[in-house]
């Protein structure tokens, strides 16, 4: 889910921007679909009897009650579609843990816990998978041992200090620590090794030979700080200092020594939040303000070799070889720090054992009645190749398949009819343009690799169980899912070069994909379930949700990222310097909407150019599906008794074409903590609500739809932002 401002990434950089995400067997969806097999398989699902059967009736009455349950209908849609949609769905959802914020998409993750939990209760899996009834057992005993562990409230464990003890030392506690035996950097770079990032924020390349590349770090426990709310009156800085608080208690530090302890980590956040001031939080920014390599910066590059000594078992990457496509780190922010690190090294030291202390104590779970939640949580995502070959097996529909191989079709029409049409494509740039539309291709469920999902689910054998305690237990799993994590990169040497990345291997997600180097659309399986798609639904609103999401992944592959990708997945410009002009104005366009949009939770403006391509997305993705929708109702022009009743919802009152945006916006109903605005703010992705609002009052089927007159808050401009 990345994306690039208008600043331009160098080569190796544009990695960011190879994979986009909407927070199976690798089959090639290239083929025509007439207006009669459509009929036909209408007729297989309906019957043929002329009538909607009543097990459908039955659900769409449940379901329509479900989406009149999210909606506020006493405010006006022309005036705040968002809450019109949306106003109540976090007062009637279900009450479960949440380690950040939730929305009606991502909630798709509770479903996919359950199963889970499903698989974990059985007795075994030898009728479905016996070839790894081992790594299956394994995982029951870790996620048993999870429910009997004392989680909440959290406590002083042994285990978690003598790992902080290894890899820097508390000095809050230990009163031998010494300054001159600690090195920032190498206790970050142990800390990732559990998945927590410390100082360092890493992530992984998508492209072979997947090695990491870095961003900005974050500051705080929960809400992360920032220049803006350091003040000690802020949410920001009490919930932090309260966290810090509690956490020393816990172990047992005097009382008169905690208030200095904070004081001095603060003092450190406020030093290194001058240098993010200076950078505008950009780590584009950050990289212009030196003009030399950390390679050509000796001192520093034998420092941060330690990282990958620690961190990458001492496989190395060359920064100054663009050929390796892995971005260095960031020299001026990491001067700063080490220069910063000298005044202040015993409160990082400090800062980064409770930041360690706080992630494996999951402070996240707020009551122990959440506590299944947590551990199911848990092993799916250390262990999601292993539970992913059993929903596949089980879940997994080719019912489903046929009916998502038709919307794409019409989705790809829609495309193509908006790429003939775009009066500002020179015949060059549109030719190249609708070259690329005709080699996307399209993976439904997963990409499949069953050798390397059999070498990863066999890597479960290589982990320790430790009976009865839950902690040794807890570090060897985070370790394992952080080892797991970069896997590739890891043993990238014997593996080919055309593998891909391995979250494209994991159909158990609620995710769909584009991916630049493959120009390739991936529709996760565990993303075909309500709110995302339902094959008793009515058109209306398949096309406003699944439809809508296909038409943004499409549009990717012509936003400001893929115009430097072409219809092979190479790194190339294709495109000529007058259809770039007018490409670029109708970007900017989306950049200065969206920029006006002011988050009153935490005082910041929605950043447009960071969001540019995924508004873009946005918007072609809802046109695309719109135009679909239509298409595939004159299709089916051959079943009028169908098209008189299929359309609607239940008790409703909604046309049809209401009905596809109240869709749409539906997916992105979201409940939203002050934590949660500050890790997005820095997102590629707006904010939930945002992104919604954004979307309608950039399109002009929408205000027809719901009749909004010129100058309302919802169809405030007859000129909109439109690029596909």
Not at 23 to 44: A, Q
Not at 190 to 213: D, Q, R, V, W
Not at 350 to 355: E, F, Q, V
């Amino acid at each position: 889910m990345f994306t690039l401002s208008e600043h331009r990434w160098s080569l190796s950089l544009l990695l960011l921007a190879l994979i986009h995400v909407i927070r199976l067997d690798g089959t090639k969806l290239r083929f025509n679909i007439s207006d009669n097999e459509v009929n036909k398989n209408e007729e297989e699902f309906y019957g043929k009897a002329n009538a909607i059967p009543d097990e459908i009736i039955d659900f769409r009455n449940k379901y329509a009650a479900k989406m009149l349950s999210y909606m506020n209908r006493s405010i006006d849609p022309c005036e705040d579609f968002y809450e019109y949609a949306c106003g109540n769905w976090k007062n009637v959802i279900d009450d479960r843990e949440a380690p950040s914020k939730r929305n009606n998409l991502i909630d798709i993750r509770y479903k996919l816990m359950d199963i889970v939990e499903h698989f974990l209760l059985q007795s075994s899996i030898d009728q479905l998978a016996p070839e790894y009834s081992k790594e299956f057992f394994l995982a029951q005993k870790f996620y048993n041992n999870c429910l009997n562990a004392k989680i909440h409230p959290p406590h002083k464990s042994e285990e978690y200090l003598k790992a902080l003890e290894a890899m820097g030392g508390f000095p809050a506690i230990d009163p031998e620590w010494r300054a001159e035996n600690f090195n920032w950097l190498n206790m970050s770079a142990h800390m990732s090794n559990y998945g927590i990032k410390g100082l360092i924020n890493e992530a992984l390349s998508t492209e072979y030979p997947f090695g990491p590349f870095f961003k900005l770090p974050t500051l705080g426990l929960d809400i992360e700080m920032h220049y803006d709310n350091m003040q000690n009156t802020s949410n920001a800085y009490l919930t932090n200092e309260k966290l810090m608080i509690d956490l020393l208690r816990i172990h047992g530090v005097e009382e008169e020594r905690i208030d200095q302890i904070i004081i001095d980590i603060f003092k450190f956040f406020e030093a290194i939040l001058k240098v993010f001031e200076q950078i505008n939080e950009n780590v584009l920014q950050c990289h212009t303000f030196v003009n030399i390599s950390l390679a050509e910066d000796t001192e520093f590059y034998a420092q941060w070799r330690n990282y990958y000594k620690i961190a990458w078992m001492g496989k190395e990457f060359n920064f100054s070889d663009e050929g390796t496509h892995e971005p260095m780190p960031c020299l001026f922010f990491y001067k700063n720090l080490n220069n910063i690190s000298k005044e202040h090294s015993e409160a990082i030291a400090n800062y980064l054992s409770l930041k360690f202390l706080y992630r494996l104590n999951a402070f996240e779970l707020t009551d122990a009645k959440y506590q299944r939640d947590y551990c199911k949580r848990q092993i799916m995502h250390t262990f999601p190749f292993l539970f992913d070959q059993l929903y596949m097996k089980t879940y997994f529909d080719e019912g489903v398949r046929k009916d998502v191989k038709e919307m794409v079709k019409i989705i790809r029409d829609s495309l193509r009819s908006i790429l003939r049409g775009a009066d500002w494509l020179d015949e060059e740039t549109r030719k190249e343009a609708l070259r690329k539309e005709s080699s996307i291709v399209v993976h439904v469920g997963r990409s499949e690799d069953a050798e390397l999902i059999n070498r990863l689910i066999r890597e479960m054998r290589n982990l320790t169980f430790v009976e009865d305690n839950y902690e040794a237990n807890n570090l060897n799993l985070r370790k394992f899912k952080a080892f797991m994590k970069r896997y590739n990169g890891l043993h990238a040497e014997d593996l080919s070069n055309t593998t891909r990345p391995l979250d494209i291997l994991i159909g158990m997600q609620p995710n769909a994909f584009y991916y630049n180097l493959e120009n390739a659309v991936y529709v996760m399986g565990g993303i075909l379930q309500p709110p995302i798609y339902h094959r008793a639904w009515p058109d209306s609103v398949k096309f406003g949700t699944l439809g809508y999401l296909l038409g943004h992944e499409f549009t990717h592959g012509f936003d400001t990222s893929g115009l430097n990708y072409d219809s092979d997945g190479n790194n190339r410009y294709w495109w000529s310097n007058v259809s770039f002009k007018s490409f670029n104005d109708r970007s900017n366009c989306y950049a200065e909407h969206y920029q006006k949009y002011m988050i009153p939770e935490i005082n910041r403006f929605i950043n447009g150019n960071l969001t540019k391509d995924e508004n873009i997305a946005d918007s072609g993705g809802l046109r695309e599906a719109f135009m679909a929708y239509h298409r595939r109702t004159k299709m089916k022009a051959g079943l009028s008794w169908l098209l008189k009743k299929d359309e609607q919802m239940p008790g409703m009152n909604l046309s049809s074409d209401q009905l596809f945006f109240l869709s749409f916006a539906q997916l992105w109903c979201s409940s939203y903590e002050e934590a949660d605005y500050w890790k997005e703010f820095l997102n590629d992705h707006p904010i939930d609500k945002y992104r919604t609002l954004g979307a309608v009052t950039n399109n002009y089927d929408f205000a027809q739809a719901y009749n909004c007159p010129l100058g309302s808050k919802m169809n405030p401009t007859a000129d909109k932002c439109k690029m596909w």
